[in-house]
């Protein structure tokens, strides 16, 4: 490289990465970490659920962690990067389903169709912890909180279609977008009023049915109106409450 | 302490100290750090991913007219001397292809905020050759005839009139920058460019009438024969003339580099004392009558758009100079033409010959460039801190850029800390201030940061800082 220029670069906030965990540890932020920490699971049992996990990635921005039709073997938990599924229909029109970030897990809706029935693409770099499913099943039988648990990713999962399939203006869902990425970093131990919007405009408005110009015309409104600041991909949520009552449901999580 | 409180103070002594080769930051990394290994391709990732962002930035075209009906002798362009308009139309052409190619690499929601048409002598196309490339721009950008936009473009007044200047605001222009340079008839002679006040005057009225927003002029120092009290002339009319910017430019004499100026006797130019002399005698005067200095090369009336930008902290570098809209993608056009989409520069081949092949087997005539890395992103923000706003406050840099300040840029502290014992800045726990000393020496305060300079092959390049 160049002489003199600096390489100690932290990136920070600007690329989350849940990577703190050890072989009795889990990663603060994993999805996993309180399911088996809280009941206080002994030394024999955590060390029992991280021989199931192996790290892979990194994956470059656009590739694929899995495709539509691939068998299911595993789960996988968002170390690091921002990933979405997707489907793409026979005129070859992709639907964007969700957007998955660091701690939170992709391929639950595999479970049944024993096959992935959607695309996983990373959007930036992303790293994952890899659960083998069949021993992950077979151990939950002996760990209820594990079962517990995963029940409770599975029932979440569910629930983030429905906000989509209503009606609500293009105000309702980016006010929506925004509070519930911002309670999803959150509850990983992220800043949720700071983060990076790290899926394209175009993947934006697909998620949220609206054309890419209103995105932008929304967000900057939005910004116009104080309730946010945005720089390049970097957001910040200045008045939550503005948002939520735009959003208009306590229940906005939108996915 | 904001720099359009502070008045530069101008110590001759000091500036000829200071006055080594060193690049303007016209863009961080500069010029000779593009490369080839940044192609058409990498251009097309850079414009696909300026368009995925939540709100893709306004777009900024630039378009470069190399032509010049008559050589001035002082130039360091790229261009071409013809009489004849029509030997344009072969350009013109390609240009037309590269607006076609380079237009739908941008989704059309974009509004097209600023332009810019810069030469060479981009008034040597007529108004029907102007109005088929504006009308280009329009079928393929979101351009705008109307409302908030700042269109501009530089006219050599000894080739346009009042007319010209009134059609051209039909087609959308809304600023002007003329080419004076000297009104010294012994320094016009000189530089084979001679030029009257009322040429010049008819320009400006005709731009004044038709409701362009800003008018600025040029004028260089360290021309050949160029005298104080000849300067001091030329200071007088262009305060009558009162155009809202002034950019006083120095004239760098390369003769290797540019062939028009081996017409330039060396033995007729000032000696460096004068040539500070003169830019003093500029400064003082403008200063006089009532404009602000922005930095580098550039005045405003404290009304300007310009000054505003530097008092609300909006203003920022650009290929230009200073620019009030700097969160642009800039979109380069023409031969030699330079684009910043995202974080990513690239420049068009620089010769004629290139930049019509590529365009010739349908492709995108980029023949250089480069991905600007965090360290690139991070250093860019500091020198145009300093260069925009003259201060610097690390603590709000550090947590804006996630980034430890003073153990980052340690060794850039100590060289900051020599300058400031020559009074150019000073430093305390959280802050770096550009002193009124150091407002006239601002590329060697900016240089501190540039991680590029430690190559010793690259300052015979630059051209001197004052």
Known sequence: MQTGKSTECSLGWLNPIADDGDELHFCSTCAFSDACLSVGYGKGELMALHCLVEHVGPYRTGAHVFRTGNPFRAIYAVRAGTVKTCVVDKDGREQVLGFYLPGEVIGLNAIYPDQFPCDAVALEAAQFCRFSFPAMSALATRMPALQAHLFRLLSKELGTATFLAADHSADERMAAFLLDLGDRYRARGFSGTHFRLSMARGDIANYLRLAAETVSRVIGRFRNQGLIDIHGRSVTLLNCQGLRELAKDENYAAG | MRTHDILPEFDAALIARYDVAGPRYTSYPTAPQFHAGFTEDSLKAAALASNEEPVPRPLSVYVHVPFCFSPCFYCGCMRVITREVSKADHYLERLHREIALAGPMFDRDRPLQQLHFGGGTPNFLDLPRMTAVIEALERQFNYRRHGEREYGIEIDPRFADGRYISELATLGFNRISVGIQDFDPAVQAA????????????????????????????????????????????????????????????????????????????????????????????????????????????????????????????????????????????????????????????QNARDLIGYEAALDAGRLPIARGIQLDRDDIVRRAAISELMCHGELDMAEFGEKHQLDFPRMFAAELLRLDEQASDGLVTRDETTIRVTARGRLLLRNVAMCFDAYLNQPSESARYSRTI
């Open chain 2, 191 to 346: 530089v084979n460019r001679i030029q009257s006040v009322e040429q010049t005057r008819e320009v400006l009225d005709a731009a004044r009438a038709s409701g362009y927003g800003s008018a600025s002029v040029d004028l260089i120092y360290g021309l050949p024969r160029q005298t104080l009290d000849g300067f001091d002339r030329t200071l007088d009319e262009v305060v009558g003339l009162s155009p809202d910017r002034v950019a006083v430019y120095g004239y760098a004499h390369l003769p290797n580099l540019f062939k028009a100026q081996k017409h330039i006797e060396a033995a007729e130019l000032p000696d460096p004392a004068t040539r500070l002399a003169l830019f003093g005698r500029a400064f003082q005067r403008l200063r006089q009558a009532g404009y602000l200095y922005i930095g580098m090369d550039h005045f405003a009336k404290a009304d300007d758009e310009l000054s505003q930008a530097q008092r609300k902290r909006t203003l920022q570098r650009n290929f230009q100079g200073y620019s009030t809209h700097g969160e642009c993608d800039i979109v380069g056009l023409g031969v030699s033409a330079i684009s910043r989409i995202g974080d990513s520069y690239s």
